[in-house]
């Protein structure tokens, strides 16, 4: 903050834009200054703050809007650009933290941690609304092959909060509402039904990533509490490939696969749209010879399955479990 003790003192630890005048962000907590990573009195900062945190057991470690330096073009070491002041900091957090913590990145240009960080956010903020779950599984579509391969995906919370779930009284902040929208879709459009939260709940399922939980659990009832079992006892460790990302160009995937081997696949099939859709999912078109004992995953009915079309209400979801040979 440009109120704190330490931006009144030290002015010459933040970074500057062109001019050299300290670049300032106004968030919903106040006016920020930027620290400027390259300073060695900030590295030394830096390395006691997160050094002394690990030295009080803290072994997770969250470290979020790192890319607000990307617009300063002044720093201490004159030969770093703004991408590498960011790889820097992580550098210094890593190692102060050690190799046995757990890093997650959230924000920062996924280029400048590879190799740095242990997890790393593949979608925007999760809010209880449609919007923010079609802006979330876009991200997802196109980020899938990461997981595992540079880091540990991290979809965000996953939340099940909604009308027929919780009867938490902040469930929804206060807000004037506003028409859906993918490209202003902050808290655009209506809080989530239980239908839409399916979706999402299997959304993070396929994601293969982190499952943090993001509601007040004792203010849900079974119904959430049951499908949060679900989905935790069925967590992966890989994560789904979207099979028709490119069969059209302006439409989410609607078939999503995590294959095994030597155990249950999963197979998610997901209506994104506001009108009843049918969707096939017929094996051999993708590669496999059949799909059998299949489990309804929701309430774990048996299902014969020939590869019928599937009939989808609006914003709703099948989730399958059953050996794809």
Known sequence: SVFSPCYRLHPDWFARDEQGQVVTERLAYGTMAL??????HVQDWLHALFTGLREDGYT??????????????????????????????????????????????????????????????????ILNFWSHVLVNANALSVRWW???????????????????????????????????????????GSEMQFNEVQVYALLVLLSGGEIILGDDLTRLNDKALGLIRTILDHQQDKAAVPLDLFE??????????????????????????????????????????????????????????????????????????????
């Open 35 to 40: 620290l400027d990573p390259t300073h060695h």
């Open 248 to 325: 059209s160009h302006d439409q989410l995937p609607r078939i999503w696969v995590i294959h095994h081997e030597d155990r249950p696949s999963i197979v998610g099939l997901i209506n994104w749209t506001d009108d009843p859709q049918t969707i096939i999912f017929e094996p051999k078109r993708w590669g496999y010879n059949r799909f059998t004992e299949v489990e309804n995953l929701w309430d774990g009915s048996l299902i014969n399955w020939d590869g019928s079309p599937v009939q989808l209400q609006p914003r709703s979801c099948m989730a399958l479990s059953g050996y794809l040979e």
């Open 146 to 188: 990461m997981h595992r391969n540079l880091w540990q995906s991290d979809p965000d919370f996953l939340v099940v909060r909604c009308p027929q779930t919780s009867d938490d009284p902040h469930r929804v902040k206060l807000h004037i509402p506003r028409p859906l929208s993918v490209t202003e879709h902050w808290r655009s």
């Open 60 to 125: 997770y470690f969250k470290v979020d809007f790192t890319q607000m330096i990307l617009p300063c073009s002044q720093f201490s070491d004159t030969r770093v650009a703004s991408g590498g002041a960011i790889r820097r900091t992580y550098e210094i957090i890593r190692y102060a933290i050690g190799d046995d913590a757990y890093l997650l990145s959230c924000g920062a240009p996924y280029e400048q941690v590879i190799g740095l960080a242990d997890a790393i956010r593949t979608t925007g903020d």
